[in-house]
Nanobody, 119 residues
Framework: QVQLVESGGGSVQAGRSLTLSCEATGTIFYIHLMGWYRQAPGKRRELVAAVADAGQTNYADSVKGRFTISRDNAEKKVYLQMNNLKSDDTANYYC?????????????WGRGTQVAVSA
């Protein structure tokens, strides 16, 4: 019954900003890793950013200095602040999390939210 629900996607001009949000719902005992992946048409899905339970972060080289990932453990949410967006950032963005819902840690995925950046 665990679900990841993304929001905040949309169309934006290059150079502008967007913030994506993801909320984990259902019976959750502990959230380990949270992150964001993206997949452009005809391309492989790639890791954008991830944040561990202790706050450690990792970013794809293409977004370093532009994107910031953060999490709110009390609200069971993860955010992706995207600044100075480029056309190459256009993709479907998926929330990802490793969650213990009572049967050990398992990986969950959101349905995705579309980000379209126009030049």
């Amino acid at each position: 019954q665990v679900q990841l629900v993304e929001s905040g996607g949309g169309s934006v001009q290059a150079g502008r900003s967007l913030t994506l949000s993801c909320e984990a719902t259902g019976t959750i005992f502990y959230i380990h890793l949270m992150g964001w992946y993206r997949q452009a048409p005809g391309k492989r899905r790639e890791l954008v950013a991830a944040v561990a339970d202790a706050g450690q972060t990792n970013y794809a080289d293409s977004v370093k200095g532009r994107f910031t990932i953060s999490r709110d453990n009390a609200e069971k949410k993860v955010y992706l602040q995207m600044n100075n967006l480029k056309s190459d950032d256009t993709a479907n963005y998926y929330c990802n999390a490793v969650i213990n819902a009572g049967a050990g840690p398992l990986e969950y995925w959101g349905r995705g939210t579309q980000v379209a950046v126009s030049a």
